[in-house]
């Protein structure tokens, strides 16, 4: 079993940051990919972007140029720094990670309001 403590939301201006945590415990030797999704009221849960344990990284085109994706192994924690944000990437964020078994674990989420 993987358990996820997400963190770093909150109320941000237009064109501001904000950066997301995302710690791992338990069976982490387990954990392959890492990555963030997010959801509003309106939408389903979608890709926002995804990590590799060897680092490779993909994006959501709405995302690309804006978020980066990271990683510590030591800490096992995945982090998303998010610049130029917009109204529309107003949603709560979910830390999610996948075992090499193909087992996914979900955090419990953290929100993100971009709003004047």
């Known amino acids: 079993q993987v358990q996820l403590v997400e963190s770093g939301g909150g109320l941000v201006q237009p064109g501001g940051s904000l950066r997301l945590s995302c710690a791992a415990s338990?069976?982490?030797?387990?954990?392959?990919?890492m990555g963030w999704y997010r959801q509003t009221p309106e939408n389903q849960r979608e890709l926002v972007a995804t990590?590799?344990?060897?680092?490779?990284?993909n994006y959501d085109d709405s995302v690309k140029g804006r978020f980066t994706i990271s990683r510590d192994h030591a800490r096992n924690t995945v982090y998303l720094q998010m610049n130029s944000l917009k109204p529309e990437d107003t949603a709560v964020y979910y830390c999610?990670?996948?075992?090499?078994?193909?087992?996914?674990?979900w955090g419990q989420g953290t929100q993100v309001t971009v709003s004047s």
């Open positions: 338990g069976s982490t030797f387990s954990i392959n990919t």
């Open positions: 999610r990670v996948r075992s090499w078994d193909l087992t996914l674990y």
């Open positions: 990590i590799t344990r060897d680092g490779n990284t």
